[in-house]
């Protein structure tokens, strides 16, 4: 069973970049497999941020792509989101989670439990 | 990129059905994806594809689809279905993703 736990500072100040970690266990990430970033403000809906290919190639969100890196660590077998530049508008819960898939569908899970992220000086 | 649209609150009565509906482009061409959100928790996926429940999903929960609408039907609303549901879709022609914003769902 695969299970995602996001890792990462809970408190970041203004215009310096927000570094999170998800951590895959029950599958290698260097098998395959797209993985995915989604947050959530408080009290608001869910936003895409992106997803990351084991090999490395991604898809951003247009409205973050400036500001969004994804990256994949194969031999620590965890994937990480760096948001830069962040403003208190970038508080949220972030969550990590795998994108399936299908030939006319998509979908997510599992998900991580997600980890608050506050803005702030 | 497309966008999703769902109505912000619906409300059932307790063992009535309900539908929560969202509209959007791309699901021309894909299945949605729903999730239910209680509160301070994880999303969970409850519907996929064009009507797939995962293991442990009730099977009150369904999904259909019609143009660019797609339904997810809660068939006899228990007090423990009262949460937030999310639709998603993927843009297959730039391969983007979208969430909608959201049906916040009240069982009376």
């Known amino acids: 069973q695969v299970r995602l736990q996001e890792s990462g500072p809970g408190l970041v100040k203004p215009s310096e970049t927000l570094s999170l970690t998800c951590t895959v266990s029950g599958y290698s990430i260097s098998n395959g497999y797209y993985w995915g970033w989604i947050r959530q403000p408080p009290g608001k809906g869910l936003e895409w941020i992106g997803n990351?290919?084991?090999?490395?190639?991604?898809y951003y969100n247009p409205s973050l792509r400036s500001r969004v890196t994804l990256s994949v660590d194969t031999s620590k077998n965890q994937f990480s989101l760096k948001l830069s530049s962040v403003a208190a508008a970038d508080t949220a819960v972030y969550y990590c989670a795998r994108p399936q898939y299908g030939s006319d569908t998509n979908w997510f899970d599992p998900w991580g439990q997600g980890t608050l992220v506050i803005v702030s000086s | 990129s497309s966008e999703l649209t769902q109505d912000p609150a619906v409300s059932v009565a307790l063992g009535q059905t309900v539908r929560i509906t969202c509209q959007g482009d791309s699901l021309r061409s894909n299945y949605a994806s729903w999730y239910q959100q209680k509160s301070g928790q994880a999303p969970v996926i409850v519907i996929f594809g064009k009507n797939n429940r995962p293991s442990g999903i009730p099977d009150r929960f369904s999904g259909s689809s019609s143009g660019n609408t797609a339904s997810l039907t809660i068939t006899g609303a228990q007090t423990e279905d009262e949460a937030d549901y999310y639709c998603?879709?993927?843009?297959?022609?730039?391969?983007?993703?979208?969430f909608g914003g959201g049906t916040k769902l009240t069982v009376l």
């Open positions: 998603c879709s993927r843009d297959s022609s730039d391969n983007l993703w979208v």
């Open positions: 990351v290919y084991h090999s490395g190639s991604t």
